[in-house]
């Protein structure tokens, strides 16, 4: 069969991380079946939705090497939910209803104090023509439900295994609101069947939703797609991240030095049974990651270990894979990367480091290393250097200072560099030079 998966965010703000754990997921998934990925944006919520969280999706998703096959909105897409609706109207399961939030309400605060489920009991099946004739002259304009079959609807999911749901204790799901607009439903399992989508890799908030959506493939005689449903990917505490509260967008992350790669570890492969640990690209996780391997306990992202995750990246980038961010911005040399990549926390961190090598540096000398730094100055060997120069000197300054580990080497290094922590200063000097060394002891 065709492996076809969609990702179908609401574009009413930018991806947060939980966002994009489907988001790559699914593309995971794509890419080791060599199947398509489609982005669908869910825009029927017209008062939220904007073209800019549409775009910003957009460069979310690019920022991951996230290519979709094609791009659909569902605004655009209108008159098929349309025909859906005059066949689900045609067989009797789409059916007009005219209660109000309130009286609703009341509904459901009636059967829970009755000791009963709160759904909705299917009053609006027994209105005559004449009743709804009535209402609508009062100026009552219907939302529409779709008649549930209420019976147990079982599937496989490829995550968690065999389900059931019973439709039987929900209330019948509302698909067209009273301005006509379309609810998430509705428009989901049109697309899907529209779009021939095989697999849904989805949150598993949504598994209770399914036994609805699978009635409803039916009702239109579309093919039922299989379904996984994944942990959900929380914060340090446990609770969920919300895209209206911006809790570590995408974007934010990216403007904030991370790593694309080292993000998206983070989201797709914690809750795995996969190690968080640096992968050389994300088609080397599409071609470890299955679907089995998803947990089915939580996934609590801890940002200590995004942040030791991008270290442990960057201290291994090749020259050739920095290269390019290198050039751009003016640091292109392969030395100087080998050196100082250790010492990387975010990608950005790579200029002021290199200035530890081109300078400019404000030494930090201590009063009471005065002399011990003009004595090291006096026996700095002359060149060429290489990387015994650095034991070459401290051990000619040990003998003539009595000098020994911290006191040796700390004045030295903050003479040099103007820090307490940086790279070898074996590996250092050589690429400083003499001159810019002595320039530094002054």
């Known amino acids: 069969m065709s492996i ?20 790559l997921l699914n593309w995971f998934f794509a890419q080791s079946h060599g199947g398509q990925y489609i982005l669908r944006m869910d825009d029927t919520d017209f008062a ?51 209660e109000t939030e309130d009286e609703l309400d009341r509904r459901r605060k009636r059967a829970r104090a009755l000791g009963n489920p709160p759904i909705y009991d299917r009053a609006a099946l027994k209105l005559t023509d004449d009743d709804r004739a009535r209402l609508e002259a009062e100026g009552r304009k219907p939302h529409w439900r779709f008649k549930l079959d209420g019976r147990p609807v079982q599937f496989s999911d490829l995550i968690k295994g065999p389900q059931t749901v019973n439709t039987a204790s929900m209330s019948d799901p509302v698909l067209v609101r009273e301005d006509g607009s379309y609810l998430y439903t509705l428009p989901s399992v049109v697309d899907d069947i529209d779009l021939k989508i095989s697999h849904v890799i989805r949150g ?25 449903h994944h942990n959900l990917l929380t914060d340090a505490e446990g609770q969920g991240f919300s895209k209206r509260l911006g809790s570590l967008s995408l974007s934010d992350l990216r403007e904030q030095g991370y790593e694309a790669i080292a993000v998206g570890i983070m989201a797709a492969l914690t809750g795995t ?82 200035k530890l090598i081109t300078g400019p540096v404000e030494p930090v000398i201590a009063a009471e290393d005065r002399d011990f730094i003009t004595a090291a100055r006096e026996l700095l060997p002359a060149e060429p250097w290489d990387e015994t120069t ?40 050589p690429l400083v030079g003499r001159k810019a060394c002595l320039d530094r002891l002054l």
């Open 4 to 23: 076809i998966v969609r990702y179908a965010p609401s574009p009413t703000g930018r991806l947060h991380l939980g966002n994009a754990r489907p988001a």
């Open 48 to 98: 939220r939705s904007t073209r800019t969280s549409a775009d910003g999706i957009e460069a979310d998703l690019a920022w991951f090497g996230i290519s979709p096959s094609l791009l659909v909105r569902q605004s655009e897409r209108t008159a098929l939910y349309d025909q859906a609706v005059v066949t689900l109207k045609a067989s009797g399961r789409l059916y007009p209803c005219y």
């Open 204 to 228: 598993e908030d949504h598994v209770s939703n399914t036994g609805t959506q699978i009635e409803i493939f039916e009702a239109l005689g579309g093919a039922v797609p299989q379904f996984g």
């Open 273 to 354: 049974s996969l190690s968080i640990e640096p992968y050389a690209s994300f088609a080397d996780i599409a071609a470890k990651l299955d679907l089995s391997m998803i947990s089915h306990g939580p996934a609590r992202f801890d940002p200590a270990e995004l942040d030791s995750l991008n270290a442990r990246i960057l201290h291994t980038m090749s020259f050739e894979t920095a290269q390019p961010r290198l050039a751009a911005l003016g640091l292109d040399n392969e030395a100087a990367w080998t050196l100082l990549r250790e010492n990387l926390a975010r990608f950005g961190d790579i200029v002021e480091l290199s």
């Open 390 to 429: 650095w034991s070459t000197w401290t051990n000619a300054l040990k003998a003539s200072t009595d000098r020994k580990g911290k006191a040796l080497f700390l004045p030295l290094r903050m003479a040099l560099t103007g820090r307490h922590d940086g790279p070898e200063l074996k590996s250092l000097l």
